[in-house]
């Protein structure tokens, strides 16, 4: 080994990498969310990793964790302060008005899969680049909304195999009834002030609703026996709520009303939920969040346009699956020709051949890497594909190549120019083979 080998650069902590034996939960999420959220008129979307900064603060809140701590954001030459976008739905209604949807028929239904950046505290479950599953209804304030982008959800982790979790439900009130429930509460706190974090004495100040949002155990504590808001939601809210607690009894989705739950982020108006895990799991962080905000598309220089949506953190849901031993199928289809090539020639000649496989759909593999044919003849027989096709020097010069049936080690010469039809014609008349017998193989090698 060399004295002067060069040091290698890791990952920036908190990132990660996604490997390619990880790639099918990706692949099975996103066939889930095709099949259930597309079918529910979502459209995805997609927008640019970076924003201008100011686009998040004046929507997810100052004194909001995310901004206040974990926001990145970076100067650039020109003197622009700019955002890695720590979340989706102010991007979203970036988007939303600065392409003109405000004038599609309503409500527009977007989804979207992207990273987001924050600078957490890295640890199972939370990263620093992670990816959320969002969605977002606009232009629509009615409850039915509420209560289907919640059976949504609910469905969606359905689909994907999980259960153990409870669906968190709760009205923050809007604008003209939480003000009273604002005083009320830092009415209450003020007088705990001692046991609160050195944040929550901050917030105290600044953003009171958030100490409900605090994870320490000594704010947690204290808000034990804080004011709720359902005391004093006015009627409108208190309807609004009530209606989409019904629209969830009629559409089976059980819920559990947490009077203390405010969500993170400044935006959110009247209902808003969280998928927690059940206390057996092995993390109790939050699967998906979200909630009404009908007054942010108006906040962020828009016309009065009620909206609702949520977000799910993907990776999240996949350790879960891991946890829950989820069943995963591997990716795509089984492949059934595999393409044994012995030497210089054949291996020139290989690519146009497979090729016309994949132009005729018939999905081959084969080990470039590989030079002998035994280690070649295992690879086709751990990936259970129908037929092996021997491609040696004679066969190359002959425009010829071995045709063999994996499970019964039945080889025959064909045209080069022949074989993707008499392969076709082959899988047409027999279903694909099950896996080969260990004699077959042996046997096969030892006719060759
Ligand atoms: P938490 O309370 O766990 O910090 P949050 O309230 O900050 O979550 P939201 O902004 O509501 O989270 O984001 C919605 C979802 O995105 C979360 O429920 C979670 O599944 C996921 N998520 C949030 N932050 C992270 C992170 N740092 N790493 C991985 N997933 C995350
Ligand atoms: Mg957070």
Known sequence: MSKNKAKQVQSVRGMHDILPEDQKYWRYIQKKIEA?????????????????????????????????????????????????????????????????????????KLYYLDSMFRHDEPQAGRYRQFHQLGLETIGDGSEAVDAELIFLANKLLESI?????????????????????????????????????????????????????????????????????????????????????????????????????????????????????????????????????????????????????????????????????VHVPDSGPKPKVFLVQLGEAPKRKALPLFESFRKAGIDAKSSLGRDSIKSQLRIAHRLGVRFALIFGQKEALDSTIILREMDTGVQETILLDRIVDEVKKRLKDKPIAGPLPAMAEEDALAKH
């Not at 004093?232 to 019904?246: G, I, P, S, T």
């Not at 009077?259 to 092995?282: I, K």
Request: net charge neutral; hydrophobic share 35%; charged share 25%.
């Open 36 to 108: 259930l959220i597309e079918y529910y008129g979502f459209e995805r979307f997609s927008t640019p990793i970076l924003e201008q900064a100011e686009l998040f603060t004046r929507s997810v809140g100052e004194t909001t964790d995310i901004i206040a701590k974990e926001i990145y954001t970076l100067k650039t030459k020109g003197g622009d302060v700019l955002a890695l976008r720590p979340e989706g739905t102010a991007p979203t209604v970036r988007a939303y008005l600065e392409n003109g949807m405000h004038v599609k028929p309503h409500p527009v």
């Open 161 to 325: 195999g999980l259960d153990n979790y409870n669906v968190q439900i709760n009205s923050i009130g809007d604008q003209n009834c939480r003000p009273a429930y604002i005083k009320a509460l830092r009415d209450y706190f003020r007088n705990r002030s001692k046991n609160l974090c050195a944040n929550c004495k901050v917030r105290l100040k600044e953003n009171v609703l958030r100490i409900l949002d605090c994870k320490e155990e000594g704010c947690k504590e204290a808000a034990k026996e804080a004011p709720q808001m359902v005391d004093f939601l006015d009627e409108h809210c208190r309807l609004h709520f009530k209606h989409v607690l019904e629209f969830l009894d009629e559409a089976k989705v059980p819920y559990i009303l947490n009077p203390y739950l405010a969500r993170g982020l400044d935006y959110y108006t009247r209902t808003v939920f969280e998928f927690v895990p059940d206390e057996n799991a092995s993390s109790q962080s939050t699967l998906i969040a979200g909630g009404r905000y009908d007054r942010l598309i108006e906040q962020l220089g828009g016309s009065k346009t009620p909206a609702a949506g949520w977000a799910m953190g993907v990776e999240r849901i996949i350790l879960a699956m891991k946890e829950k031993q």
